[in-house]
């Protein structure tokens, strides 16, 4: 039987960029029926919203999306279409593996750099939990806040302080921080690593640090340890040899994974998988680069290599080892790829984003 995935075909360079990932999915010889939606400025432009409810009713059905880069348009009511998308469907963790490939661009390039980040997608400043300067309920939010039998005040008014809050929860934190576990036993890895700032916010990443602890004594088999997020940043610098899965609070998660991406060669690098109880959305770490809409231009790697870890997410564990061997392969021969997996950026033999997912299929024998 095939299997049932929703498409979004995003806006910008996001169409070419999931025609290229779908043609290189079905080449593995897998079997899915795509139920193609738009999301995203383009789709807005004719019925007045970026995320129509056919795109949520469409994932709600499949329960398995794959996702092409979407713009979040200025001034409209979404804060986010990712992260509407991921607290609409529950998908509290989003995994990004970020893997160095042989032929790609790096500074570390000798390092052979694999980890995987692991983020929490529903707690922390990105819940959304904010106080605009100027408003009355900031004043009043303030004022209580002032009125508590604590040595801790905001010493600013209303009128010219914004006030975010940062919700973190035991039930959360556990749930984060099994998945990066299950995670690893999976996937063989050896040691998981929580990453905060418990040093300084003692009661939000002070009770993720001790959730995460006490999660860890369920997997003995799994060394455990933690960094405080800022040395772990120069420890990624450093030596990133030395990690493997990396679990962290939403904001803490959303900047490593960048700084992840830029250790293997860039955010074309850099695919990803949001998952929670009732589905799952695979996506390019990436943004729709609408600059370059048209173009085929743009390298289509990060969205090919979501497509492979759906295809685990499938239980199609030789399909997705082809597809992300014949992605590794194309790369390391550097001849049929987009400028910027070639040496010099303006070399005149790169290829377009077509040209390159056509010689993935190559590889596959599709």
């Known amino acids: 039987m095939a299997y049932e995935v929703t498409l979004i075909t995003g806006d910008g360079t996001g169409p070419e960029l999931a025609e290229a990932a779908r043609k290189c999915v079905d080449a593995t010889g897998v079997k899915i029926n795509w139920d193609e939606q738009e999301a995203g400025v383009d789709i807005m432009e004719k019925v007045g919203t970026p995320l129509p409810d056919s795109v949520m009713e469409s994932v709600r059905r499949t329960r398995c999306a794959l996702k092409a880069p979407i713009t979040t348009p200025v001034g409209t009511g979404f804060r986010s279409i990712n992260v509407h998308l991921r607290q609409e469907l529950g998908l509290f963790a989003c995994i990004r593996p970020c893997k160095y490939y042989p032929g790609v661009r790096s500074y570390f390039s000798e390092v052979g750099v694999d980890i995987v980040i692991v983020r929490e997608n529903t707690e922390d400043l990105y819940a959304g939990v904010e106080f605009e300067a100027g408003k009355p309920e900031t004043s009043q939010l303030i004022e209580f806040i002032n009125s508590l039998p604590s040595d801790k005040k905001i010493k600013t008014s209303g009128e010219e302080t914004g006030v975010s809050i940062k919700p973190m929860s035991v039930s959360g934190t556990q749930r984060i921080v099994r998945c990066a576990f299950e995670y690893a036993r999976k996937n063989g890895r050896k040691k998981v690593t929580a990453v905060h700032k418990a040093n300084i916010m003692k009661f939000s990443d002070g009770l993720y640090l001790k959730t995460a602890t006490e999660v860890a004594k369920e997997f003995p088999d799994i060394e455990f340890e933690e960094r405080i997020v800022d040395n772990m940043c120069m420890q990624l610098v450093q030596k990133p040899e030395l990690y493997d899965v990396l679990v962290l609070p939403n904001l803490y998660g959303d900047i490593l994974s960048d ?18 109880p009732d589905g799952a959305v695979f996506e390019a770490t990436h943004g729709s680069a609408p600059k370059y809409k048209g173009l085929n231009k743009v390298n289509p790697t990060a969205l090919i290599l979501s497509g492979m870890l759906m295809l685990r997410h499938l239980g199609e564990t030789d399909a997705a080892d082809r597809l992300e061997k014949a992605v590794a392969d194309v790369i390391a021969e550097g001849k049929d790829v987009t400028y910027d997996l070639k040496p010099h950026r303006d070399d005149p033999t790169a290829v377009g984003t077509q040209e390159m997912a056509a010689a993935i299929c190559a590889k596959l024998g599709g």
Do not use: Y
């Open 259 to 276: 700084l992840g991406a830029g250790l293997v060669g860039g955010l074309g690098m850099a695919p990803g998988e949001n998952l929670g």
